[in-house]
T-cell receptor, first 116, second 116 residues
């Protein structure tokens, strides 16, 4: 089945550091990818939608200069948390659709980001 | 706008007993409906989906869900629960008639605990 790989799975870093998270579709071409944020025991909050070769669409309240998204190829999207602060600590999950309609979203295993 | 409601934050069931996790939805058009499961510190795993056709959908790990259009429900069921089924379950909906908007809307999640 379709596999989405997300890396790294866990990041601990100092406040002010920028952190890049990668999301790769391993066996299919992902024309659309999504980035979510999840707080403990809560649902997924959609942060942005990225389409290959175009700018990401950010949800209301998400700072695009804070959370930089790049989807330069059909198999890779990256989320960079710039100048991270403790309030950015969270679980970040990416997902991907293939090019065919009606298929479910396939999710990465998530990245636990802890900012000290 | 589309929305999903999972009225139960927590469901407890004894191993071997049947389980039901409830979900109701609201969309302006026809729904695509999905169930996902999340284990601790992991991404979401796809369980099953309803697009069209039979109202009873069978999915992974013995789970099934019944689409009820009149009640706008898509409850997840399993005839005999296993301890290993303990996890966080999410219902999600997408508006079929808005194919250009491929975003899923997730419910708040239901924590299922199967007691040995």
């Amino acid at each position: 089945g379709a596999v989405v790989s997300q890396h790294p799975s866990w990041v601990i870093c100092k406040s002010g550091t920028s952190v890049k998270i990668e999301c790769r579709s391993l066996d299919f071409q992902a024309t659309t990818m999504f980035w979510y944020r999840q707080f403990p025991k809560q649902s997924l909050m959609l942060m942005a939608t990225s389409n290959e070769g175009s700018k990401a669409t950010y949800e209301q309240g998400v700072e695009k200069d804070k959370f930089l998204i790049n989807h330069a190829s059909l198999t890779l999207s990256t989320l960079t948390v710039t100048s991270a602060h403790p309030e950015d600590s969270s679980f970040y999950i990416c997902s991907a659709y293939g090019s065919q309609g009606n298929q479910p979203q396939h999710f990465g295993d998530g990245t636990r980001l802890s900012i000290l | 706008a589309q929305s999903v409601a999972q009225p139960e934050d927590q469901v407890n069931v004894a191993e071997g007993n049947p389980l039901t996790v409830k979900c109701t939805y609201s969309v302006s058009g026809n729904p695509y409906l999905f169930w996902y499961v999340q284990y601790p510190n992991r991404g979401l795993q796809f369980l099953l989906k309803y697009i069209t056709g039979d109202n009873l959908v069978k999915g992974s790990y013995g789970f099934e869900a019944e689409f009820n259009k009149s009640q706008t429900s898509f409850h997840l069921k399993k005839p005999s629960a296993l301890v290993s089924d303990s996890a966080l379950y999410f219902c999600a909906v997408r508006d079929m008639d808005r194919s250009s908007a491929r975003q899923l809307t997730f419910g708040s999640g239901t924590q299922l605990t199967v007691l040995p």
